[in-house]
């Protein structure tokens, strides 16, 4: 089955870039996500992008994808203490009609002021 | 952008008694809705698919008769915890998907359940 690996922590200074990666392993064509979670809040998602691009760019937040080594990285500009939160990497496969979100662990972000 | 409500955000029951929790999709009309449940510093976990108008989907190791799910409308969805007990405590989190628009999974604040 589909597997999303992510680290745990991360911790960066205030007007730092961030860089939380993650990996996944299947094969076919698929959306990855990125889902943002505030203390005992539920997800808001951040952006996606479909397995047949490299990059998408929003605001501050650049996500890049390498296909070949199945990695995705989720690039936050000038990072504010209100990034402070955890990440979450999911993926979605195309293929089949159940299409079952498949999340990582959380990164948890936190923001040194 | 799609919204999903989800109700009560946070509810104490006593062990033995039932809870339902809501989860409507407001602006949007969703035939599939999926319920997470999220233990402390864990990722979510997939507990059950609502199908509008037949029997949700559960997954592997999620008791059916002790979480209820009821997809009677396309745009609402609940779930009961029955019987609940104190290892059923934990943050549920319910998804849907505006498939007419595409895009990403839309979830709920979260339901935060302590069973005493």
């Known amino acids: 089955g589909e597997d999303v690996e992510q680290s745990l922590f991360l911790s960066v200074r205030e007007g730092d870039s961030s860089v939380i990666n993650c990996t996944y392993t299947d094969s076919s064509s698929t959306y990855l996500y990125w889902y943002k979670q505030e203390p005992g809040a539920g997800l808001q998602l951040l952006t996606y992008?479909?397995?047949?691009?490299d990059m998408k760019q929003d605001q501050r937040l650049t996500v890049l994808l390498n296909k070949k080594d199945k990695h995705l990285s989720l690039r936050i500009a000038d990072t504010q203490t209100g990034d402070s939160a955890i990440y979450f990497c999911a993926e979605i496969p195309t293929a089949g009609g159940y299409q079952k979100v498949t999340f990582g662990i959380g990164t948890k972000l936190q923001v040194i002021p | 952008g799609a919204v999903v409500s989800q109700h009560p955000s946070w509810v104490i029951c006593k062990s033995g008694t039932s809870v339902k929790i809501e989860c409507r999709s407001l602006?949007?009309?969703?035939?599939?809705m999926f319920w997470y449940r999220q233990f402390p510093k864990q990722s979510l976990m997939l507990m059950a698919t609502?199908?509008?108008?037949?029997?949700?989907?559960?997954e592997q190791g999620v008791e059916k008769d002790k979480f209820l799910i009821n997809h009677a409308s396309l745009t609402l969805s609940t779930l009961t915890v029955t019987s609940a007990h104190p290892e059923d405590s934990s943050f549920y989190i319910c998804?849907?998907?505006?498939?007419?628009?595409?895009?990403?999974?839309?979830f709920g604040s979260g339901t935060r359940l302590t069973v005493v």
């Open positions: 602006d949007f009309q969703a035939t599939t």
């Open positions: 609502s199908n509008e108008g037949s029997k949700a989907t559960y």
């Open positions: 992008i479909f397995s047949n691009m």
């Open positions: 998804s849907a998907r505006d498939s007419a628009t595409g895009g990403g999974y839309t």
